[in-house]
């Protein structure tokens, strides 16, 4: 039976990734972080990954890594949407070490790139477009030469700037393949995002050389973005969570004829529908999460309700708590964008939500 409550754990770990962010990533410092030239916190990041394990959450303990399940890997993608920090955990720790996982884990090769994962002594990215969706065809801009040398090119890739491993999807002679090339080997050039706290680059290749890893690249790739795209919803979730927080707290505070602001009727209806939106995100994100922990066979249809319902909350919370806020809602120093932000660029991560409805609608099999 799908569980949807948290567990005492996930209570634990959700207080420990929250209180090391509070202290570590308050709005002020992450609004002043995305005007530097390190737009990535890897103080934070080293913190998340070493110290608190986050990093090796979904790895097998015999890998290394914590052996705990995605519902734990859920649980940190809300606190990092609350908080929005800027970390390459969905890059690394989620479309990375999820593409190793749908690989032959029992190779040398996976073992020891899940190993360093786990410990933070990694960072690493999945070379594939941040908007594409579950269930597409496989990428075929990189291609495999005769020597096995890499060449190509893959746009919007999320946290490759941050990246010291890179997994490409590559075709060659002998079909898909998935390759390990050090960043070092490749031309990483960040592209100005709309979510100033996950950077895409585009990925050039020219002649790289990389390590074959081995498995099926085709099941690799597909787990990489059906984790994702189900675990992403987490991450809404947190985000749509702290924009109704947020905006609750100031409209209690803001007096207007000599009352609170939130007093007045149409603000409370608007609200009300907003904390009810919310709830709904909070069942479907954990729904996929609950699914993708216990390999349920109703994954794919979790997938697409949690992504076809979260994504469109979170971007009208953030819409809500800018214009609820007024005119501070519009400034550069209240954080309220950088949520719109990325809840704008979440919308269109791993397949918008027309995308997954069309998809649903085909698992179900309703009629169109």
């Known amino acids: 039976m799908t569980d949807l409550l948290y567990s005492e754990i996930e209570e634990d770990l959700r207080a420990s990734v929250r209180d090391l962010l509070k202290a570590q990533a308050e709005p002020a410092a992450v609004i002043a972080r995305t005007e530097t030239a390190e737009p990535y916190d890897l103080k934070l990041w080293r913190t998340l990954a070493a110290d608190l394990g986050v990093a090796g959450l979904a790895i097998p303990e015999s890998l290394g890594g914590h052996g705990a399940s995605a ?68 990428p075929s801009t990189v291609t495999v030469a005769a020597d096995g040398t890499l060449t190509g090119r893959v746009t919007t890739v999320a946290d490759a700037s941050a990246a010291e491993v890179i997994l490409v999807p590559a075709v060659g002679a002998d079909g898909p393949a998935l390759y390990a090339v050090e960043a070092s080997a490749v031309s990483v050039t960040e592209l100005t995002s709309l979510d100033l706290t996950r950077r895409l680059s585009t990925v050039e290749l020219s002649g790289a050389a990389g390590r074959l890893v081995p498995g099926s690249a085709e099941a690799a790739v597909r787990n990489a973005l059906t984790t994702a795209a189900g675990l992403l919803a987490s991450e809404q979730l947190g985000l749509a969570e702290w924009c109704l927080n947020e905006t609750v707290a100031y409209l209690k505070t803001r007096y207007q004829f000599g009352r609170p602001v939130g007093s007045f009727q149409a603000l409370k209806h608007r609200l009300a529908d907003l904390y009810l939106a919310v709830v709904n995100a909070r069942a479907a994100a ?12 109703d994954v ?46 979440d919308e269109l991560a791993l397949g918008t939500a027309g995308r997954h409805r069309a998809a649903l609608a085909g698992l179900i099999n309703l009629p169109a």
Not at 96 to 123: C, F, K, M, Q, Y
């Open 300 to 345: 794919p249809v979790a997938v697409a309700v949690a992504q076809a319902r979260c994504s469109p909350i979170a971007v009208k919370a953030a819409e809500e708590a800018i214009q609820l806020h007024a005119g501070i809602g519009m400034t550069w120093e209240h954080p309220a964008h950088l949520y719109l932000k990325r809840a704008k660029s």
């Open 286 to 297: 954990r729904y996929a999460a609950d699914s993708l922990a216990t390999a349920s066979e």
């Open 71 to 138: 519902r734990e890997v859920a649980v940190v993608l809300e606190e990092l949407g609350r908080s929005v920090a800027p970390v390459p955990f969905l890059g690394s720790a989620v479309l990375a070490t999820s593409a190793l996982l749908g690989a032959d884990t029992s190779s040398a090769v996976v073992a020891e790139l899940l190993g360093r994962l786990a410990s933070g002594d990694l960072i690493a990215a999945l070379a594939i477009p941040l908007t594409t969706a579950p269930g597409g065809d496989f």
